[in-house]
């Protein structure tokens, strides 16, 4: 039985020249933030993400599948990484108690220490790299824009949507 293909809408050169500035950009803004929190914080941008997802929730702890979609993750690669916050004593993983199949990640003293110390320089480097660059009315078009991406892959990916950020 053949597979049917579909017809290939290709990118104009205006849509590529988005897609490509898109895709660099991110990849070196990325790299930026991270150099600068690992040369100031001795952390790199990924640990700092997951100690940011774990300070928003009230007990500064979280089931770890949910942590994982919530970094747009896998599980096992956000187990490696909890392997090493948990040996530079930054989070603890514990069951969860109201499903002992469960694993709970839990910030620490010394992560919350760390979350407070780098973030100033993680949002230094987000002003000055991004967000000043941008005009108020390009600010709330790209909040726009990649809110309703990250709505259509949660929902393709039956994940479950981000609250709302508003201001």
């Given at each position: ?165 508003t201001s």
């Amino acid at each position: 039985m053949a597979v049917e293909q579909k017809e290939v809408r290709w990118l104009s050169e205006s849509e590529m020249v988005a897609w490509r500035s898109y895709i660099v950009a991110t990849m070196r803004l990325r790299q930026r933030l991270h150099r600068e929190l690992s040369e100031r914080h001795d952390v790199t941008l990924a640990d700092y993400e997951v100690l940011v997802c774990l300070s928003l929730q009230p007990d500064r702890r979280m089931r770890m599948t949910e942590l994982a979609s919530m970094l747009g993750s896998t599980k096992s690669r956000l187990s490696h990484q909890m392997v090493r916050l948990e040996a530079d004593g930054l989070i603890r993983r514990t069951r969860d108690p109201a499903d002992k199949r469960g694993v709970v990640a839990e910030m620490t003293g010394s992560g919350a220490e760390l979350l407070e110390g780098a973030a100033p320089t993680h949002v230094e480097g987000v002003r000055e790299h991004l967000i000043d660059l941008l005009t108020p009315e390009e600010q709330r078009v790209l909040g726009q824009a990649f809110g309703r991406v990250l709505d259509h892959l949660s929902e393709i990916d039956g994940l479950p949507r981000l609250p709302p950020i508003t201001s």
